[in-house]
């Protein structure tokens, strides 16, 4: 299976604290995105990071790839309750650009 | 403005039954996709299409056909449904990338849960 896997599973922290999730995946990839889904919702794009990048920020979140280790991390800072949703990372294979490899995700709970 | 809606929002059948569900997006996109979604949240690729034609197929079973009347909607009927097949299907697009070597999101609809009883 080509699809990538986010760590932890849940996270569970108070407002104020920094949420750090990590992702990882298996092919060579063009890109890696970030999306969020609030229960009972659809996925909602929050950041992209090319292959050649190694960080990216973008308002209170942090990405960083290292394609050596086929991993990313996405970090929140500063929490808020309003965060509290799952985050899952896509991986956009090199050669496939349309497709998006998405894993299970990690369920972030931000306690207030 | 809803980018990418589509209908129904939830579905209750029962096993046999054949169903659709309906995707149109506004965006202008390209490429559209379809992904269940199942009970431990695993999101996964079922097919891809550009500009009406099907590019990926992943090894779904043929009772699910997707149709795309022309490149702002993408359909997808399911025949014979089984238990196995509730889940949260959800429909995407993105541009063609094609266009936009520098990477494309995906915007997505709001799902559908499938409950087959």
């Known amino acids: 299976s080509q699809q990538g896997e986010e760590d932890p599973q849940a996270l569970s922290i108070q407002e104020g604290e920094n949420a750090t999730m990590n992702c990882s995946y298996k092919t060579s990839i063009n890109n890696l995105q970030w999306y969020r889904q609030n229960s009972g919702r659809g996925l909602v794009h929050l950041i992209l990071?090319?292959?050649?990048?190694r960080e990216k920020h973008s308002g209170r979140l942090r990405v960083t790839l290292d394609t050596s280790k086929k991993s990313s991390s996405l970090l929140i800072t500063a929490s808020r309750a309003a965060d509290t949703a799952s985050y899952f990372c896509a991986s956009v294979p090199l050669y496939n650009f349309n497709k998006f490899y998405f894993g299970s995700g990690t369920k972030l709970n931000v306690k207030p | 403005d809803t980018a990418v809606s589509q209908t129904p929002k939830y579905l209750v059948t029962q096993m046999g039954n054949d169903k659709s569900i309906k995707c149109e997006q506004n965006?202008?996109?390209?490429?559209m996709y379809w992904y269940k979604q199942d009970s431990k949240k695993f999101l996964k690729i079922m097919f891809s299409?550009?500009?009406?034609?099907?590019?990926i197929n992943e090894t779904v079973p043929n009772r699910f056909s997707p149709k795309s009347p022309d490149k702002a909607h993408l359909n997808l009927h399911i025949n014979s449904l089984e238990l196995g097949d509730s889940a949260v299907y959800f429909c995407?697009?993105?541009?063609?990338?094609?266009?936009?070597?520098?990477?494309?999101?995906?915007?997505f609809g709001q799902g559908t849960r499938l409950t087959v009883v």
């Open positions: 995407a697009s993105s541009q063609d990338l094609g266009a936009s070597l520098s990477g494309t999101e995906a915007f």
């Open positions: 965006l202008g996109h390209d490429t």
């Open positions: 990071i090319r292959s050649n990048e």
């Open positions: 299409y550009n500009n009406k034609e099907l590019i």
